[in-house]
């Protein structure tokens, strides 16, 4: 690691502070005082991801709040875990206990996504709304894009992880992530890949990318309980996303009964490049429920 990525990694830490969770040491930022609004991040991401945002919040009267999954960025990768989307999804009822959060906004990226929409279906009452960015909602409609086939694959997953050097992995994130590619810089997208190979080279991440659960028992308990979620819901998207594109924003608006989503000039990483108008879009529909 080179010294611009670990000062880079050494801000965020700095920035943040460690906790325990069902067993698990994970690393949390917060920031401001008001309405708790959770921020969660998907693949190949981390709390990294809002670091943009919450600032953003937090000038609008909000908790801004956003945890590493285990796994991912800075928290552990315990052997003996259930790294698959409901093994997390009830971690995540751990972690908003640990940071004691009562009822929350939630804010849902890529299979964060199908992760938290299963903890808010289970615990509806300590959901004040959801708000979808570039997720998939019905999951047995997903196929992984070329990108993240490879880490799906036992035997080749690890090859492709570690032999990808970090210039092939910085621009496939720009090209897969990102319509400003100055929007972040090498460093911070070198940040990325040692966040997910910290501790164990990878090795939680491939057991997160085994586990996606695209079966059609996990799309009828998504879209069932979505359908009598008592909470509101508003999709954010990045319109230009190549990965998780405008086929999934079509079966996301059918999931949750939202026709008019903001679509903005993003791809699959619309934290990176449009936070000033994801904070907007995000304290739109938080600030008028409290």
Not at 63 to 77: E, K, N, S, T, V
Not at 149 to 177: E, N, S
Not at 247 to 256: F, G
Request: aromatic content about 8%.
């Amino acid at each position: 690691m080179n010294a611009d990525v670990a000062e880079v990694i050494d801000a965020h830490s700095a920035a943040g502070r460690h906790f325990t969770a069902g067993g698990v040491r994970s690393f949390v930022r917060e920031q401001g005082r008001g309405a708790d609004v959770v921020l969660l991040h998907g693949v190949p991401t981390s709390s990294f991801l809002y670091r943009k945002v919450l600032p953003r919040l937090a000038d609008q009267g909000m908790r801004a709040i956003a945890f590493d999954l285990p796994g991912l960025g800075l928290a552990d990768r315990p052997e003996r875990f259930d790294y698959s989307w409901s093994g997390l999804a009830s971690w995540i009822g751990e972690a908003v206990d640990a940071l004691e959060v009562g009822s929350c906004h939630l804010v849902l990226h890529d299979i964060g996504g199908p992760i938290g929409c299963e903890w808010a279906i289970r615990n509806p009452e300590r959901v004040l709304s959801v708000t979808a960015l570039n997720t998939m909602l019905d999951p047995q409609t997903f196929r992984r894009p070329w990108t993240m086939q490879p880490f799906a694959v036992r035997g080749v997953a690890p090859i492709w992880l570690h032999t990808t050097p970090p210039p092939l992995f910085a621009a496939l994130f720009r090209l897969q992530g990102l319509v400003d590619p100055k929007a972040v810089s090498r460093a911070e997208i070198y940040a990325y890949l040692a966040l997910l190979k910290r501790l164990d080279r990878g090795r939680a991440f491939l057991r997160i990318m085994r586990g996606f659960e695209l079966t059609s028992e996990k799309s009828r308990f998504l879209v069932e309980g979505l359908a009598e979620r008592p909470f509101p819901t508003r999709i954010v998207w990045g319109e230009r996303d190549p990965a998780i594109g405008l086929d999934q924003l079509e079966i996301a608006k059918r999931v949750l009964g939202v026709p008019d989503p903001v679509l903005l000039p993003a791809k699959h990483f619309l934290q990176e490049d449009q936070a000033p108008a994801l904070a907007y879009a995000i304290a739109d529909q938080v600030a008028p429920l409290g």
